[in-house]
């Protein structure tokens, strides 16, 4: 059974099967480009080649994971083979790039007490909206859920919390600061022993925006991690950098600095309903070493969801895979 037929096997197995990938600029584009090249040339030459690296790298995949695909691919093609068969090869290819080296990606949670989550990142990619999407998540899984609005530095970031919670969330709770601009770390400090003292299965704590070269909005940060560590020893069980998929390459620089105060252990990658570099879901391992654990697609409460490799190349390469099963 080829590659393609056995990954629709396992996505089939599934009860709920979600097109949110299929949907998005991303893939649609790759898609788009991918059957156009198999248009354009009808058998494999040099030239094909080039023109599918130049797709491969626009999706913001890294140059290094491109070319690795590529020779993979040339070497079990034949000259003057046809460009069809190519199309699950290169599905194929991506499928064990990414997959090669694969290690522990799901979120880690505790054992016994709260599962303490700090979400970290620069202005404006997504965190506070991450945090009420993935507050429902869990909701729904049947833990009690208690955020921490620890961005105390930005007006309206307590507000906007607040309204997550009173109007697009229900049964999740939220720790507020008694007063305006309030030390972010007595706020962390507050919740964590509400969230023991009152048995919360998953605390998730909000922070401001902050630049990697602030160096006194670093050591804020590194005091909040220092709070949490001092009450519960083995939290924060994930220290979650949120990137913009927009931002491609250059946002995953970024998660190198913030890990010399808060080790981060996983990526939330949002906005990849409007992005045209999804590739970047597929690199960020091999840049920085780490997976990437969530995936946000919209400003709706239900649009995230834990990174799923089967998911994800199923829904960027579907859309030039599937075309050949219906003609
Ligand atoms: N399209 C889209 N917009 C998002 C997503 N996540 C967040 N946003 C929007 O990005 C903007 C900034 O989000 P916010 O959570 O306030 O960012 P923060 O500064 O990191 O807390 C808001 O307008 C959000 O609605 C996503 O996955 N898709
Ligand atoms: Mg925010």
Known sequence: MGFWSKLKERRSEKKEIKKHYKENKSTLTFSKEI???????????????????????????????????????RKKVKKDSSTEFIKELIAEEI????????????????????????????????????IAKMANYYKNLGKKVLIVAGDTFRAGAVEQLEQWVTNR????????????HQDPASVVFDGVKKAVEENYDMLLIDTAGRLQNKTNLMQELEK????????????????FMVIDANTGQNGVVQAKSFSDVAPVTGIILTKMDSTSKGGIALCIKDLINIPVKFVGFGESVGDLKPFNLDDYVFELTSGFMEDDNEN
Request: aromatic share 8%; glycine share 6%.
């Open 95 to 130: 499928y064990d790039a990414y997959d090669r080296g694969r290690y522990h990606a799901e979120p880690n949670l505790a054992k016994e007490g709260p599962t303490v989550f700090l979400i970290m990142g620069v202005n404006g990619v997504g965190k506070t909206t991450s």
């Open 224 to 239: 909040i991690f220092k709070i949490i560590k001092r009450t519960l020893p083995k939290a924060p069980h994930e220290c």
């Open 35 to 73: 059957k156009g090249l198999s248009k354009k040339y009808k058998k494999v030459n040099e030239e094909y080649f080039e023109d599918l690296e130049n797709i491969l790298i626009k999706t913001d995949m890294g140059i290094k994971m491109v070319l690795e695909i590529t020779k993979n691919i």
């Open 169 to 180: 969330l229900t049964d999740i709770d939220l720790l507020k600061p008694d007063k305006p």
